[in-house]
């Protein structure tokens, strides 16, 4: 079994829908878990930064992190053209240490 | 806000040559990292330093790598003598405190291609 699963994707989805995405993962050693937004032929773009269960918001995105379930998930409200982008979901077992990201799930954003 | 960055954005070499990636993390913080992603894969952990010395490496970090922070604001990674598999987009990554709120920061990255 993989640590950390993601639906590739690709995720295709009207303007001003909402944008659904998650991953599972295995190790229950993870404790923060990060969203990561990758423009082609560039470097990740930290969205969301989350420790420990529950639900965290920042103007569209909301995380929400289930450690009973080892599920975290992202959603993107009012999706615009320029979401359309890949999304990396990212877990640590302890600050410092080092990063086992998902796959990424492509997203498409269509006008 | 502050960002990290990477020199050069696109590198060509041949095949056995030595390769440098620089990196400027993020001024104050502590932990630093390399990552690679080889085209339509996983970005993959290569190490992390902190407090000038290595904290941890990946089984990809062979005796052909290393890294070293030369002076209070550069991070290079070095890459002795390159195959063709080391071709990938090469990430550096910088975090703060290392005490829980830390995320990492990632940098544009260096294209590396080898020939």
């Known amino acids: 079994q993989k640590e950390v699963e993601q639906d590739p994707g690709p995720l295709s989805v009207p303007e001003g829908a909402i944008v659904s995405l998650n991953c599972t993962y295995s190790?229950?050693?993870?404790?923060?878990f990060m969203w990561y937004r990758q423009y082609s032929r560039k470097g990740p773009e930290l969205l969301m930064y989350?420790?420990?269960?529950g639900n965290k918001e920042d103007g569209r995105f909301t995380a929400q992190v289930d450690k009973s379930s080892k599920y975290i998930s992202l959603f993107i409200r009012d999706s615009q053209p320029s979401d359309s982008a890949t999304y990396l979901c990212?877990?640590?077992?302890?600050?410092?240490?080092?990063?086992?990201f998902g796959g990424g799930t492509r997203v498409l954003v269509k006008p | 806000e502050p960002e990290v960055t990477q020199t050069p954005s696109h590198q060509v070499t041949q095949m056995g040559q030595e390769v440098i990636l620089r990196c400027v993390p993020i001024s104050n913080h502590l932990y630093f990292y390399w990552y690679r992603q080889i085209l339509g894969q996983k970005v993959e952990f290569l190490v992390s330093f902190y407090n000038n010395e290595i904290s941890e490496k990946s089984e990809i970090f062979d005796d052909q790598f290393s890294v070293e922070r030369p002076d209070g604001s550069n991070f290079t990674l070095k890459i002795r003598s390159t195959k063709l598999e080391d071709s990938a987009m090469y990430f550096c990554?910088?975090?703060?405190?290392?005490?829980?709120?830390?995320?990492?920061?990632f940098g544009n990255g260096t294209r590396l291609t080898v020939t």
């Open positions: 990554a910088s975090s703060g405190t290392g005490l829980g709120n830390s995320p990492l920061h």
């Open positions: 989350t420790y420990s269960s």
């Open positions: 190790n229950s050693a993870f404790q923060y």
């Open positions: 990212a877990m640590n077992k302890a600050a410092g240490n080092k990063l086992t």
